[in-house]
């Protein structure tokens, strides 16, 4: 099939099934190989992130999470559904709250929003992954199975830890059958579940407005069940949402009895392993811009490109005060930076009018930065962040004015553990030091 996108901007409102936070939602067209990006408009820098399967979140209890640059997207499966259901390849999502809204529970109100949308189709194929052996996950009662096979087909059975409401239902997936059969499918919990998922802090914004609640052999919800089988057809529509963060179409079979997001994301790790292998005459599928490097300091790298600085740091503009790393001396625990000043720069409209100076507590925050980078390098473990945390010893001997080139260098002093570090830090301009400090930051998930 060929690469889609929309061609009109369409936005929603709703609240959060989890957070109960309002959120805006604005989905706008895209070009070829962009791929469906989320970006969170309300934090700074507006970080974008990729619903990948490498960006996967830690919490997977009755929803989906996936992170990036210090960014979170919550609960984004249902929407990920319609779009891989409706055939929508590339997209910007901009969102002011890190949880999709869960609207009335389905992905028909996506579905909606969408069509009014205008699908596009682009000249380009899109990229799909065939699968060509069987792959199972397990977990007790639950379990997953994916076969080869000519098209996107999911077989499923539904039901509780009791056998309760079992269902079966098996569809071949394509964009008619996905909108007449799926996409109307709601949420649904069982009564019991509601007290422990709010005591997790969980559904502070569920009612039976976006869920149908099942209480012994009693339905409760806003309005009729909208399909028979309506349980397991929702968990096919999930199933759809978690597996589309491959990142690429889909052929195979899958076989699912009682899924969940886990258990789905699971297997989508295994599909993607799967998809990177290489082997003779057969070349492996990958997204167009999916990351290439793994998001740690690699221990072969002596320099670093802003891109390689923006792919480790979250800070994005105007507070990412790491222009280049030039230098990496892993024996001595060095590293240097340089931050180019400018008068573009924004805090100097007033700091001060007539007579611009770069704030000694932004010197700090660019030798934060340059610190955090290296304690990255040190401990290469991917989904951490360098958090500040204090400094001592500040000195600020010199103004840093528009046109001065900050030269940054930072040396491990000690370590505690794999989580904390204090290190030494100075900023030169030319040959002369400008400020310097002890800092103390740490580690710790995205």
């Known amino acids: 099939m060929k690469q889609c996108t929309i061609l009109n901007p369409v936005s929603i409102t709703g609240r959060g099934l989890h957070t109960g936070a309002d959120v805006a939602v604005t989905i706008k067209p895209a070009p070829v190989d962009h791929g469906i990006v989320f970006q969170r408009v309300d934090m700074l820098g507006q970080p974008k992130v990729q619903p990948l399967i490498t960006n996967i979140g830690e919490d997977l209890n009755r929803a989906t999470a996936i992170a990036s640059a210090g960014a979170k997207i919550l609960t984004p499966e249902h929407l990920l559904s319609a779009l891989y259901g409706c055939g929508v390849t590339n997209a910007l999502i901009e969102m002011n709250a890190p949880e999709v809204p869960i609207l009335d529970g389905s992905a028909k109100p ?52 009791y056998g309760r409401h079992t269902q079966h239902y098996s569809l071949t997936i394509n964009r008619e059958n996905y909108v007449a059969q799926l996409s109307a499918a709601r949420s649904f919990v069982f009564y019991e579940e509601i007290e422990p998922l709010i005591q997790m802090g969980k559904i502070k914004g569920g009612s039976i407005d976006c869920a149908v609640v099942i209480k012994g052999d009693q339905i409760l919800s806003k309005e009729p069940l909208r399909y028979r089988d309506e349980f397991v057809r929702h968990k096919m529509l999930d199933i759809i949402g978690d597996l ?64 390689r600085v923006m792919d480790i740091l979250p800070h994005r503009y105007p507070f990412l005060l790491v222009d280049r790393v030039v230098a990496i001396d892993d024996e001595k625990m060095e590293l240097t930076a340089i931050k180019n000043v400018t008068i573009d720069e924004p805090f100097f409209q007033g700091h001060y009018p007539g007579f611009p100076v770069m704030p000694g507590v932004l010197q700090i925050e660019a030798m934060a930065q340059t ?39 930072v040396k491990l002093l000690k370590t505690r553990g794999n989580s904390l570090a204090t290190a030494s830090a100075e900023c030169r301009v030319g040959e002369k030091v400008v400020s310097s400090a002890e800092l103390m930051f740490m580690l710790a998930k995205s």
């Open 110 to 161: 996506w579905v909606n929003l969408l069509h009014e949308a205008q699908p596009l189709e682009q000249d380009k194929e899109a990229p799909e992954f065939v699968l060509d052996g069987p792959i199972t996950i397990t977990e007790g009662s639950q379990s997953l199975i994916a076969l080869p096979a000519d098209s996107l087909k999911i077989t499923c059975t539904s039901a509780d830890d």
């Open 244 to 307: 589309s963060l491959l990142g690429v179409r889909l052929r195979a079979h899958i076989i699912a009895v009682k899924p969940s997001h886990a258990l789905n994301s699971k297997l989508c790790a295994s599909l993607y392993e799967k998809s990177q292998e290489k082997s003779p005459g057969k070349s492996s599928v990958s997204k167009p811009g999916a990351p290439g490097k793994p998001l740690v300091v690699d221990p072969q790298e002596t320099q670093m490109d802003i891109r």
């Open 371 to 409: 610190a955090g980078l290296l304690m990255l390098r040190k401990i290469a473990r991917d989904g951490m962040l360098a958090f500040f945390m204090s400094c001592d010893e500040v000195k600020f001997r010199q103004a840093v004015t528009p046109g001065d080139q900050l030269v940054i260098k």
